[in-house]
């Protein structure tokens, strides 16, 4: 070993310093304006700390090392205590000088610090002959050969406090705490696990780790369960399976540390190269796989398990803090972090961690077929019994122990002496062996701490991670709030259903309302999901202060925290008028709804209007019982704003108003995307989000256009109360959703307002005619109330309307009166105060369609004869913003308002506005061309003047009536319009030219702007074109294509620059005129490339010029090339023209054919898009033309002075919205609900019928079918193993037997007779067909469970069939008493087989003794001659209405005046409960439907691939039992009415309803009852039965296919019913009497699961 050095001198023995507790990091708004370092920000918003492979850089490396040497230190032995027995050991080490050793194992030369010396028989002590030093051992650890894998490591005393080694871990070593701590124990040698289970075994233990978040924590050496630990993580380290890498911590002895002495550097080594190799006995070499290591040092050298205190009590310390899910989420509910101990083979030390561990209240999972110490543990537990033990000071609370009695103790020491005594158990330790014991026993008595399961089971074994969160959620049995708390710490949502949510818990909202709100914040999905599936209640969940409180405790990274931090910023410095920024720690802020629909509308647009301030004094969070308006909205867009996709697209399910909210989120991502300019990867994946989002509202969309076209178009321009006042248009718009708008639906809708009220089929021929010849109107044009309406208004409800059901079994909801809107569409008035989510229960949608309405009051409906005309006309309606006016009236139209609806629509204006465009520029060209002079205007002017002050007041108006809501918002919106810059160029251009005209010196300008206006003014007209459809898409391609000449101008700029200036400088050096040297350089290049050589000029032939070029720079003459010129510039010329005619033109040719391609594909969406804002503009528009249009801005100013209307109205009201009546609105969003849940089914569907998913599903199949193959053979050869110790144990009894026999004779002690011979029973003589069955015992693997029961036939070895026997009626004690039958065994039931001790008790009830109008006389109180003889076997008319004696399985006999049960002796005589002799005829009716899942889907059962049936099930009084409603048949009453009044009586309370209600359920019944089947007739195994009496039934089923039958009902127990419900159809499930077997009849009958 090293020499210590001089530095790290040994200090006396004391306790070292403690640290004070780190406070944790705050995480609210505290800190919230702290800037955040770094780009190593994770999708969380948490960073990426203790990196298994992370190296420290050097400011951190020494900072982490001063704390290391100052708060951790080493031991070392400082008395040597000679160890006479290590002395005598021969070693093959030589050492030189003293080889004694110490008790503690080292050398004498390796004690340094010697103080003083002791005889041996001093018994030597950590505490007493150590002193404490700086630790000489920590930094980094490579493994030389295993590639870059380093892991941190550090040497601390065995006292060190537990709180110091936790700070070096989350400090020092940067780790977060874990969700669950994994402690693995067990022995360091190697135990033998199969292949197969080794890597299940793996697989399981890392699943554990990731998918809860925890340490695992070993003994660390590189040898038995720590190697399979170690490479479990290595191999999920290979894989890269999960970004979360497995956090792996060794906590080893240091004295037993092979190579310890390459970890030895007082500064501490980054790292240490460590090899490994096999170690000598008493040494175990570091694990390469583990991450970090603490390596326990009290002194000694080679002595394991010098760790475990420390380890235990390091874990205890963990325990005792919260998770990380509650220190990342403060506002979540805290839950400490859980210990699991799972123990693998070992020694005495691992009974000692496992009994500490259970001390402490530690859960450990025993793995059973591991060997050694585990498999003792798993003995005791496994036989020894259980009992429930009340818990000191908790009322009501018990814990489960294990009695351990004096025999189960024997039998343990013995396997601890078996299993640790080694070669010679004679020389154990008596105290030892006492010790260990102990620990076992005391271990097994904390049996609700132990789990066990076995390691060669493949179910166990797969389920290793279940296994030990089982066992947590065992210890905290009681502690159900505490069990979901560590379900959703560890996001285990698979256990939490399994085994938390089980079907005899209810669960109050209040209990899960912080779990909820937990689950939220840290995104768990599926367990929002359980928590919706069981009870909770988001409308009562989400107050307004809750959700404030969400928005308050995001994580500190991301777009959301960033843009809440710039609003309160602004709204702080607003009103402080001081910076934030400058005391971030003093700043206690909290984010309102105010801020938050702040940022919303940042994201959104100005046209958005956030809830939150219209509706201030809800949102405004002073009330903390205020409830959100829709909690559903505001959980999705939280979740949208922190781009959490899985968690809204939950909460987008949920919801209402799909289409709206799938468009919002996608606006809202691609805003957020373009705020990430540096986070590329995160941007891209906001678009992929948003693209989703625009997916479904697609999705949603084209599934209601199939449903109903014109309610569609009303989904797409309904003012939206809850997205802003916006409309679904609007804002697929604003998120510049192309594909939504390009759908049929948006198109056809935007057609629809282009032509008003006229016919969609109108043609251009009319429309001009009747433009210009006004009085064909009413001849040429139709409107769509002159078109037939094909929707018909049918009451009362009729076949053809289609019931949709949310909720199964839900009632229909009230309809108080039926109203049809102005436009036709009809609506069931919802009674006022009546919620949404109640009225979704069910939805009548009326086949006679729907429609986009005039925003008028509705009003009821009269109907009228079939010949009888409505004579009442249509009005047109008054022009105010905020109306959409396009669907038939169905009505007549008058004359004066055809005139008016034909102007008003806004391709009439559109025409108007081409017509009077183009007589504008005809009237202007004329100017320009003939009439413009100096300083004398012509009445054209006059009338251009005016024309242009009209276009400028309609300019003023656009901007005016911008949807935005500010000054810059809507200069912003206004100028973002192209065309809205060509109009200000023009008019601006026009105002410039008209003022220099009237000056001689500017009049040529004058002049020449005037042209250049006009051309504008001609380009202006291009924008007509948007509106058709093969024009439209030429533009966009122009558009686009421009963009690529604009990149080309400049790179062909560089080749005219490079030739022109080249050239110039050559054929005419030294010119000094710029303009002559401008058109040298530009002209002549520009114009060569498109064939003007100038090759005269250039050449020099035949060109006139000045040889002189000092005159001709003096007279301004052409100056004459130079000779140099006329050779050289020409070879210039053809390299130019090679490169810029040939070259850059045909690329130029090329980048517009590549342009064409790729954009051909988009050009009709984006022309369909574009086309919006052509529509919207002349819909907006006044209906008359410039220059007239000037009197509609003079009424529109008048109207908006006299009228106030910019007050009543917000500006920006487009007419393209509707705003809905409160009937019609809830309508219309049920119907929209109801395709969004169609639609999602389809989807479902789609993605199940997937070939991916399928051969996914198949592969899974296939190997479980493996899995089962290779269990089978394994217990085959179980089996025949077993079979071969069977067959020699009964070869060595055969053999004793006859050694006794022998001996016997011998001595004389024989019989002197033969044994008699067996004596045969008819039973046996009989054939094997008519024998019973055995019943096998249940195997030890079946300890515990419900045996199976047989039903149907049965078959023997030889698969014969058996005569079923039954078994029901031969429990005891009979029902409703305390008499015992007398037990007959399976093999004597039948009558045939004598039964010579056969004394059955007879038992008749006292009821039935009374005699009842539906009992028998008491035959058994009389003597054979007394009895009258009954007509058994036949229809008894002794009584009134007859009783029906005869049976269905045939003729039964009948013995001393007695009827005997045809099925065999039952142990009781008499009648017990029954009240007939013989059969007692039964009726059991049979109710069944599908079960369906909340999207109204029938479920399907996992095992058997099958649909679930339901029944509706009674419990009944007497012994709780659930069983099939039904009761006897009384005489003369068939078989219909008793199952009629039964059903009614015991499950739908018959009895205690009035007269009228009794009329009314008996009608129903009566529709339910008309078509049934017969699924059984027969005997009733039947508890009541005795040999005298027994029940036949008659089971008819009565199925509901749609579910639409039994709505009509409400379940209510009745009669002797305790309780009444709809129960799955499902073998498993414990029946009254052979209800079950009906019910296999009745699944068998429907293929459904059983």
């Known amino acids: 070993m090293a020499t210590m050095p001089s530095k790290n001198r040994v200090q006396p023995m004391g306790k070292h310093s403690k640290t004070s507790k780190s406070g944790e990091s705050p995480t609210g708004w505290h800190s919230s304006f702290v800037p955040r370092k770094g780009k190593g920000r994770m999708k969380n918003g948490h960073r990426r700390t203790g990196s298994f492979s992370s190296t420290l850089d050097g400011s951190e490396e020494t900072e982490s090392s001063h704390w290391i040497r100052n708060h951790i230190r ?116 190697n135990f033998y696990i199969k292949p197969r289970l080794q890597e299940v075994f793996r697989k399981g233990l890392i699943k554990a780790a990731q998918s809860t978040g925890a340490w695992i924590i070993t003994g660390g050496t590189h040898a038995g369960v720590m190697k399979h630990v170690g490479e479990a993580v290595r191999t999920n380290a290979v894989a890269g399976r999960s970004d979360n890498k497995v956090v792996a911590i060794g906590v080893a002895t240091w004295g037993i540390v092979h190579h310890k002495d390459e970890l030895i550097n007082p500064q501490g080594s980054f790292p240490a190269r460590y090899h490994l190799e096999d170690p000598p006995p008493g040494r175990a070499a570091l694990d390469p796989n583990h991450s970090h290591f603490i390596l326990v040092d009290d002194g000694t050298n080679e002595q394991f398990g010098k760790e475990i205190k420390l380890r235990a009590e390091l874990e205890k310390r963990i325990s005792e803090h919260k998770t990380r899910a509650s220190t990342h989420a403060p506002g979540s509910s805290s839950v400490s972090i859980p210990v699991v101990l799972l123990a693998l083979q070992g020694g005495p030390g691992t009974l000692e961690t496992v009994y500490q561990g259970v001390s402490n209240n530690t859960p450990a999972v025993i793995v059973e077929g591991s060997g050694g110490a585990a498999d003792i543990l798993a003995y005791g537990f496994n036989h020894s019994p259980e009992e429930l033990v009340a818990v000191e000071g908790h009322v009501g609370q018990y814990e489960i122990v294990g009695r351990v009695d004096k025999q189960l103790e024997e039998v343990l020491r013995a396997k601890i002496v078996e299993e640790f005594g080694g070669s010679d158990p004679s020389k154990l330790d008596p105290n030892k062996l006492k010790v260990w014991t102990k620990w076992v026993v005391d271990s097994i008595k904390k049996k609700q701490l132990l789990s066990v399961f076995e390691i060669d089971s493949r179910e166990s074994a797969k389920n290793i991670d279940v296994a030990m969160l089982r066992a947590l959620l065992r210890a905290n049995k009681d502690d159900y709030q505490h069990q979901l708390k560590l379900a959703l710490a560890w996001n285990r949502s698979d256990i939490a259903e399994t085994d938390i949510f089980t079907a005899d818990r209810r669960w109050k909202q209040e209990e899960l309302e912080d779990l909820m709100y937990s689950a939220i914040l840290e995104d768990k999905v599926n367990f929002v999901k359980l928590f919706l599936e069981n009870g909770v209640s988001l409308k009562d969940f989400l107050t307004v202060r809750r959700l404030q409180r969400l928005y308050s405790e995001i994580p500190q990274s991301g777009v959301l925290f960033d843009l809440l931090q710039k609003r309160l910023r602004e709204r702080i410095s607003s009103s402080t008028s001081k910076s934030l920024s400058r005391k971030p720690s003093s700043a206690k802020i909290s984010v309102t709804m105010d801020d938050v629909g702040h940022v919303i509308q940042s994201l959104m647009g100005e046209i958005y209007v956030p809830l939150y301030e219209r509706n201030p004094e ?27 996709q899985e968690m809204a697209r939950l909460f987008w399910e949920e919801g209402k108003e799909g289409v709206a909210a799938a468009l919002v989120a996608s606006k809202l991502l691609k805003s957020m995307a373009r705020e990430l300019e540096n986070d590329t990867e995160m941007s891209e994946e906001m678009l992929e989000h948003a693209d989703k989002f625009e997916d479904l509202a697609l999705g949603v969309l084209n599934e209601c256009w199939g449903e109903d076209e014109l309610r569609t178009q009303l989904l797409l321009v309904r003012e939206l109360y809850l997205w802003g006042e916006l409309t679904c248009l609007r804002i697929a718009i604003s998120g510049n959703h192309l594909n939504f708008i390009a759908h049929s639906a948006c198109q056809a809708l935007l057609n629809n307002i282009w032509m008003g009220k006229m016919a969609l089929d109108t043609s251009m021929i009319r429309l001009f005619s009747c433009i210009f010849i006004p009085p064909l109107v009413p001849a040429l044009i139709y409107f769509r109330e002159d078109q037939k309406e094909e929707e018909t208004l049918i009451e009362p409800l009729g076949p053809d309307e289609r019931h949709y059901s949310i909720a199964p079994g839900s009632m229909r909801r009230p309809v108080v009166a039926r109203t049809k809107t102005s436009a036709g569409m009809i609506v069931d008035d919802i009674p006022e105060g009546e919620d949404l989510n109640k009225s979704m229960e069910m939805v009548v949608v009326h086949s006679s369609g729907s429609g986009l309405i005039h925003n008028r009051q509705a009003k009821p409906v009269q109907l009228k004869e079939e010949n009888e005309e409505d004579e009442e006309e249509y009005e047109a309606p008054a022009t105010e913003e905020g109306e959409l006016d396009f669907r038939s009236s169905g009505k007549r139209i008058g004359l004066l308002t055809r005139f008016y609806l034909f102007y008003d629509a806004p391709i009439t204006t559109f025409m108007h506005n081409v017509l009077s465009y183009i007589l504008f520029l005809c009237l202007y060209s004329v100017v320009i061309l003939r009439q413009f002079e100096f300083n004398v205007l012509s009445v054209i002017d006059y009338i251009l003047a005016v024309w242009i002050f009209t276009l400028f007041c309609e300019e003023i108006r656009q901007l005016i009536t911008t949807e935005a809501r500010s000054v810059s918002g809507k200069l912003l919106e206004y100028v973002g319009n192209s065309w809205n810059l060509f109009d200000l160029a023009n008019i601006t251009t026009f105002v410039v030219a008209f003022a220099l005209r009237f000056f001689p010196e500017t009049f040529s300008a004058a002049r020449v702007l005037y042209s250049l206006n006009l051309m504008i003014f001609f380009f202006r007209l291009l924008h007509i074109f948007y509106i058709n459809k093969e024009m439209g898409p030429k533009l966009i391609m122009i558009a686009r294509m421009l963009k690529d000449l604009i990149f080309f101008i400049f790179i062909l700029i560089i080749f005219i620059l490079a030739y022109g200036v080249a050239s110039q400088a050559i054929l005419y050096p030294n010119e000094t005129r710029a303009g002559t040297i401008l058109q040298g350089i530009f002209h002549k290049a520009y114009f060569q490339i498109y064939g003007e050589l100038f090759l005269e000029e250039i050449m020099n032939d035949g060109f006139t010029c000045e040889a002189n070029d000092t005159l001709a720079i003096a007279t301004n003459q052409q100056r004459c090339p130079s000779e140099v010129g006329t050779w050289l510039v020409p070879v210039l010329l053809g390299l130019y023209m090679l490169v810029t005619n040939v070259l850059l033109l045909n690329l130029l040719i090329a980048m517009f054919g590549y342009t064409f391609e790729k954009v051909q594909e988009n050009t009709d969406k984006i022309w369909k898009f574009q086309r919006y804002d052509l529509i919207k503009e002349y819909s907006d528009r006044p209906p008359l033309a410039p220059p007239v249009i000037f009197f509609s801005h003079i009424f529109l100013l008048f109207r908006a002075i006299t009228m106030g209307c910019c007050k009543k109205c917000r500006p920006g009201d487009s007419v393209m919205k509707v705003k809905l009546e409160k009937a019609e609105r809830k309508q219309l969003i049920l119907w929209e609900y109801l395709n969004s849940e169609n639609y999602l089914q389809q989807t479902r569907r789609e993605k199940s019928q997937e070939t991916d998913e399928r051969v996914h599903n198949t592969q899974e199949k296939v190997d479980e079918l493996k899995d089962l193959a290779s269990e089978q053979d394994e217990r085959l050869t179980r089996l025949e193993e077993q079979m071969m110790k069977s067959t020699m144990s009964l070869d060595s009894i055969v053999q004793a037997q006859a050694w006794i026999i022998k001996s ?81 065994p399976d093999d004597k039931v039948p009558w045939e087989v004598p039964f010579s001790s056969y004394h059955p008790v007879n038992y008749t009830a006292e009821c039935v003794l009374a005699g009842p109008p539906w009992a028998d006389v008491d035959l058994m109180s009389m003597s054979l001659d007394e009895r009258p003889f009954l007509m058994f076997n036949q229809l008894d008319t002794q009584f009134k209405g007859a009783v029906d004696r005869t049976s269905f399985i045939g003729t039964y006999k009948v013995k001393e005046k007695l009827p005997l049960n045809p099925k065999g002796r039952t142990g009781m005589v008499g009648r017990g409960l029954l009240g007939r002799f013989g059969p007692n005829h039964a009726a059991d009716p049979v109710v069944t439907r599908w079960k369906r899942d909340k999207y109204g889907n029938k479920e399907v059962h996992p095992e058997s691939s099958r649909n679930v049936l339901e029944f509706v099930a009674i419990q009944r009084r007497d012994n709780l039992l659930w069983a099939i409603p039904g009761g006897m048949v009384e005489p003369g009453e068939n078989l219909t009415m008793t199952l009629k009044n039964e059903f009614g009586e015991e499950a739908l309370g018959k009895l205690d309803k009035t007269e009228q209600e009794r009329m009314d359920m008996s009608i129903k019944l009566d529709k339910l009852f008309r078509q049934g089947k017969e699924v059984f007739k027969g005997y009733s195994d039947d508890p009541r039965n005795t040999d005298n009496a027994w029940i036949e039934t008659t089971a008819i089923n009565y199925h509901d296919e749609e579910g639409y039958l039994m709505q009509n009902f409400t379940l209510q127990a009745g009669d002797d019913a305790g309780a009444v419900r709809w ?24 293929n459904a699961h059983f």
């Open 618 to 644: 809800r949102y405004a969070g002073v009330d903390p019982k205020a409830l959100c308006e829709d909690p559903t909205r505001e959980l999705f867009l939280f979740c949208v704003l922190l781009n959490r």
């Open 74 to 189: 080493m031991r070392e032995c400082i008395t040597f205590i000679p160890d006479e027995k290590r002395k005598k050991r021969k070693t093959s080490i030589i050492s030189k000088g003293d080889d004694r050793k110490c008790k503690c194992g080292y050398l004498y030369s390796h004690h340094h610090h010697i103080t003083k010396e002791k005889p041996s028989d001093t018994k030597w002590n950590s505490l007493k002959h150590t002193a404490m030093a700086k630790t000489n051992a920590f930094g980094e650890l490579e493994f030389v050969g295993f590639g870059q894998r380093v892991g941190k490591f550090v040497r601390a005393d065995h006292t060190t406090e537990p709180e110091d080694v936790l700070k070096l871990m989350r400090e020092q070593w940067k780790l977060e705490l874990p969700n669950l701590l994994i402690s693995v124990t067990g022995g360091a040698k």
């Open 1304 to 1384: 016997l004779q011998q001595n004389k002690l024989a019989a002197n007779e033969a044994p008699p011979e067996l004596e045969v029973t008819p039973a046996e003589k009989a054939p094997r067909a008519a024998m019973p069955s055995l019943t096998r015992e249940p195997s030890s693997m079946n300890v515990g469970k419900r045996p199976k029961t047989v039903k149907g036939r049965r078959r023997t070895l030889d698969s014969q069939p058996v005569q079923e026997i039954h078994q029901k009626a031969r429990t005891t004690p009979y029902p409703m008493c305390d008499v015992n039958r007398c037990l007959v």
């Open 1623 to 1646: 129960q799955d159809v499902d073998g498993t499930s414990p029946l009254f009497a052979s209800h079950q077997a009906i019910l296999k009849h009745v699944a068998g009958f429907h």
